[in-house]
């Protein structure tokens, strides 16, 4: 037995592909660690999405180099290996600026992994797989052998979007749907296996075609398969957001009242600089007509402050949009240069201290959004689907249907199960219920 350590930054993306690298890597008697203390393989699957991103990976690297010595030490060997967003945009830079590291895999080379650690064993030195055999992928991909309730399934990857500010499209490559049959079977699959919720993944999820299908089309199928409770997928690009979807969270019972809809800015000028080719009215008409099929819907999205050329009147409509739409949750950004990416070589770059202040006047508000959003489900019964014990005994946590977590106390046959919960307050992150 040979101990794992997969540790994964970044996006839910990664975090499904971290666990596929330990199914994959599970016959030749990898079992999961929680630390690299004494691993005989750590893979870092990592994100290249922000500046210090990159920056932590080679620090990380540079602690584990003492475990590896360590190791070495005591006549043991510990394989360290580069996955992700960083191996792929920066490969060959890891294998030359950290040569304690022996294998470079991005995102859709996992599956020949196996056949570089024994290529590794056999004649040393680092390999490197950073191509884009994204049809291979998932094929060669092993069954998961375990699940939480809420399992992420991967249906869509790599984008051909460009915004200016993002490395996605070159790190993760062109767009690609799976198949729906290998969606479904791995669907069933998990849900065999014990999952109750299933989180659709893709960088560009509701551009998801595969075998000609939409993403409505995909979820009314799944939407079949017994047990399942619930359905949710995540990231949406406004652009991509058809007809068919907005009214599948009208028709579709399983898909909850929940969008991550990354909007970016609200300003046009901002908007267009980004190549996002949208403006902020297209967004607003998309919120109403999402509301008008599904009133309770709740809204999320992503911003970017200080993006290159971004002037007080444009952070302004951001604000605006803001204001006008009233989002559930937030993450908002400062604009960070990514290498590579157009926006990086613009002269019009925003001053750091511009950038916070926007930042922290953005956070505010949507710090009160968020807390004024909770604060309305105080008093109303929902649905909450159980996921595991809670930090008190006799306490379950569980979700409501916008994905808050609910503390409730409910004995711990209930994980799994959907029921009807009150809320009753709410604490800083979480709110909690009880039983109806
Ligand atoms: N595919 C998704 C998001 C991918 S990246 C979409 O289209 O929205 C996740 C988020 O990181 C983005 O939505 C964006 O807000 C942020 N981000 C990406 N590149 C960035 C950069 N260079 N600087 C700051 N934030 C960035
Ligand atoms: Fe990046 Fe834009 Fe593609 Fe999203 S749509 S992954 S932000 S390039
Ligand atoms: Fe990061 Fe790559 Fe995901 S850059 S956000 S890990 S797609």
Redesign the pocket.
């Known amino acids: 037995m040979k101990k794992l350590f997969v540790k994964t930054y970044g996006?839910q993306m990664n975090a499904y592909d971290s666990a596929r690298m330990a199914d994959l890597l599970a016959p030749l008697g990898y079992v999961q660690a929680d630390g690299p203390d004494g691993a005989d393989m750590v893979i870092l699957n990592t994100c290249h999405?922000?500046e210090k991103a990159a920056e932590k990976v080679y620090s990380e690297i540079g602690r584990l180099r003492v475990l590896k010595a360590q190791k070495a030490e005591g006549g043991g060997r510990m394989l360290l290996a580069v996955a992700g967003c960083v191996a792929q945009a920066e490969g060959e830079e890891i294998v030359a600026r950290a040569p304690a590291v022996d294998l470079v895999v991005g995102p859709q080379s996992y599956h020949r992994l196996p056949e570089m650690i024994a290529r590794f064993s056999r004649e040393g030195g680092h390999t490197l797989a950073a191509d884009f055999p994204a049809l291979e992928k998932f094929d060669a991909l092993l069954e998961t052998k375990e699940t939480g309730i809420s399992a992420f399934l991967t249906v869509q990857e790599g984008?051909d979007?460009f915004?200016t500010?993002?490395?996605?499209p070159y790190t993760r490559g062109p767009e690609h749907s799976r198949a729906p049959q290998a969606v479904l079977d791995e669907a069933r699959h998990l849900v065999d296996l014990g999952a109750r919720e299933l989180v659709l993944l893709g960088?560009?999820v509701n551009a998801y075609n595969g075998g000609g299908w939409s993403l409505a089309k995909l979820c009314e199928a799944l939407a079949k398969i017994d047990g399942l409770q619930r359905i949710r997928y995540t990231?949406s690009?406004p652009n991509d957001m058809s007809d068919d979807l907005i009214t599948a969270h009208r028709d579709n019972d399983k898909l909850m009242p929940y969008l991550h809809l990354?909007v970016?800015s609200g300003s046009d000028a901002t908007l267009e600089a980004m190549n996002r080719k949208h403006r902020a009215a297209d967004y607003l008409r998309i919120v109403d007509r999402l509301r008008a099929a599904r009133p309770d819907i709740a809204l999320t999205s992503?911003?970017?402050v200080g993006f290159p050329g971004e002037r007080d009147a444009d952070f302004e409509a951001t604000l605006q949009l803001v204001r006008d739409v009233g989002f559930a949750t937030a993450?908002s950004?400062?604009?960070?240069?990514?290498p590579g990416?157009p926006?990086a070589a613009l002269r019009s770059q925003v001053a750091e201290d511009v950038k916070s202040a926007r930042l922290e006047a953005l956070q505010a508000l949507l710090g009160r959004q968020q807390h004024d959003f909770d604060d309305g489900q105080i008093g109303r019964t929902l649905p909450v689907l159980f996921e595991k014990p809670g930090r008190k005994t006799g306490q379950l946590v569980g979700r409501t249907p916008y994905l808050q977590p609910v503390h409730v106390e409910a004995p711990s046959a209930m994980i799994g199960q959907l029921a009807s919960v009150r809320v009753e307050r709410r604490t800083a992150n979480s709110l909690h219920g009880s039983l109806v």
């Open positions: 996006c999405i922000r984008c979007k915004c500010f993002c490395v996605v960088q560009n990231t690009h990354p970016q992503d911003f970017i993450f950004f400062k604009y960070s240069k990514r990416t926006a």
